[in-house]
Nanobody
Framework: QVQLVESGGGLVQAGDSLRLSCAAS????????MAWFRQAPGKERRFVAA????????YYADSVKGRFTISRDNAKGTSYLQMNSLKPEDTALYYC?????????????????WGQGTQVTVSS
């Protein structure tokens, strides 16, 4: 099992940037793909971005493409989500997730390990 801890959330204004981090510990050698999801109040959890750990393939939701960038530091066992040009509709609780396969899924049910989430609030 992999333990995931997110950090970097906060309150920002529209147009600002934030960088989220997701630190993995435990059986990190089994990490195949890491992803970010987000959940706004009263809404379902939605896919944001993902990266495969070995060959660093990436995939983004259309709503964040061109504004968000996912990356990873293999030595630190950490993934990052750089969020630029933030909009009020980006406000949500952001979760880090992982599974052991080198495959990107957009469904949250395909991910085995989850962090507790970090809040991002974007004011207009």
């Amino acid at each position: 099992q992999v333990q995931l801890v997110e950090s970097g959330g906060g309150l920002v204004q529209a147009g600002d940037s934030l960088r989220l981090s997701c630190a993995a510990s435990g059986r990190t050698s089994s990490t195949g793909t890491m992803a970010w999801f987000r959940q706004a109040p009263g809404k379902e959890r939605r896919f944001v971005a993902a990266i495969t750990w070995t060959d660093t393939n990436t995939y983004y939701a259309d709503s964040v493409k061109g504004r968000f960038t996912i990356s990873r530091d293999n030595a630190k066992g950490t993934s990052y989500l750089q969020m630029n040009s933030l909009k009020p509709e980006d406000t949500a609780l952001y979760y880090c997730a992982a599974h052991s396969r080198q495959l990107i899924y957009t469904s949250s049910s395909r991910y085995d390990d989850w962090g507790q989430g970090t809040q991002v609030t974007v004011s207009s």
